[in-house]
């Protein structure tokens, strides 16, 4: 049996062994809108719970602007220009766009210039967060467990704050879009490392589509709320990156219809848990490093069987990567319970510790392979993956292992459809 994993730009064809019972995953595929620019449109102009947006607006305000960075699939350069046009009526000199970064690296201006397009980039100014930078960030509140909220400063003093992005299921947050563009995207390392806390890493609400009761989430929109929203413009895609929904006004209202519309399109429940599931992290730019990888593997550990292995096949352009703590953090440890007791511990409060803390909790449920033409066999085994060169042969050896009855499962577009038991 031949499946295609999208990984990179060009994707990989696997050969699975003949015997195995293989269970394919896909996302169900909805067209894109016919008229995407034409709906972001409309949507600005009859938004939920929340006046058109032009109506929020006059030739004087400030305008700040966040959208999603490299590492997001969000369509910026189909998104921004609309929105922009809506706002003619205001001089490019008094609207900043940010990009939510979070504690991810700032993006070089070909990378800026790829996702926004020369024409936006040239025009306006751009902010990119900087989450080192605490002169740059602004407190705007504490939340109930005592978090200080700092967000980039400049953002807080817009007259008119809107937050764009889109909105799939995320694998400790319950969602993406909505308040996460503030809350990491525009904090301040502190902030965002006290919300990413052991505690919340540990709890079984803080996973794939859980809003209500996940701690992780109701702090992010706490905090959110603390730097007062003005409007949003979420929307949900298709593995073509072609948008199937949008979802404008008040911030809150409108990420929670989004929500709803994006689980029931992609999350998809099985019956049972399988011995072996093999998953992509949804190509490029998706699969740019191992860090943004764990999200493929935790959408596998939701129905692989304990004692299970998983498979998982990235590009890993961007390495580790050597940038932030998580390379660092996974090298220091020698086992996967010496990595959760130092991640684990009150006085660790390194940046990225909670992207070790749920590979190491994945790696501890499964054997974890991993395949990736851009990182060696001993890269891969001092962060504690296996080496996979060959996913076939993988698979083969796996099922001389589990046995004639073992269960096999494929996620080809990884973590845009996230399963789980039902």
Known sequence: MKVTLAY?????????????????????????????????????????????????????????????????????????????????????????????????????????????????????????????????????????????????????ECDVRILTGFIEPHFFAGFSGGGKAVMPGLALLETISRNHNAPHMDSPMASWGITAGNPLWEEVRDATAMAEPTF???????????????????????????????KATAMSPVGDAFDIVITSNSGYPLDLNVYQAVKGMSASAQIVKQGGSIIVAAECWDGIPDHGKYAQLLRSAESLDELLEA?????????????????????????????SHNLSDELLRSIHLLPCPDIGATVQSLLARYGPDARVCVLPEGPQTIPYIA
């Open 8 to 156: 990179g730009k060009t994707g990989l064809d696997v050969v699975l062994p003949d015997q195995a019972d293989v269970t394919l995953i896909e996302p169900k595929y909805l067209q894109g809108l016919p008229d995407q620019a034409g709906a972001i449109r409309q949507s600005l102009r009859q938004p939920i719970s929340s006046p058109p947006l032009r109506y929020l607006t006059n030739p004087c305000s400030r305008v700040g602007i966040i959208f999603s960075d490299i590492t997001r699939a969000t369509p910026n350069e189909v998104i921004l220009p609309v929105l922009l046009a809506e706002l003619d009526h205001i001089p490019s000199e008094r609207i900043v766009l940010f990009n939510s970064t979070g504690t991810h690296r700032a993006n070089t201006d070909s990378e800026l210039r790829g996702m926004l397009g020369d024409a936006i980039v040239n025009r306006y100014r751009i902010v990119q967060n900087d989450c080192l930078d605490r002169a740059s960030h602004v407190l705007v509140g504490t939340t109930r467990s005592g978090n200080d909220v700092r967000v980039q400063r400049e953002f807080v």
């Open 232 to 262: 949003l413009l979420n929307v949900t895609l298709n593995r073509d990156r072609q948008i199937t929904g949008v979802f404008a006004g008040d911030w809150q209202e409108a990420h929670a219809r989004g929500c709803e519309f994006a």
């Open 343 to 371: 991640v684990r511990h009150p006085a660790c409060q390194e940046q990225d510790r909670w992207q070790a803390h749920i590979q190491a909790l994945i790696c501890r449920k499964a054997d974890v392979y991993f395949h």
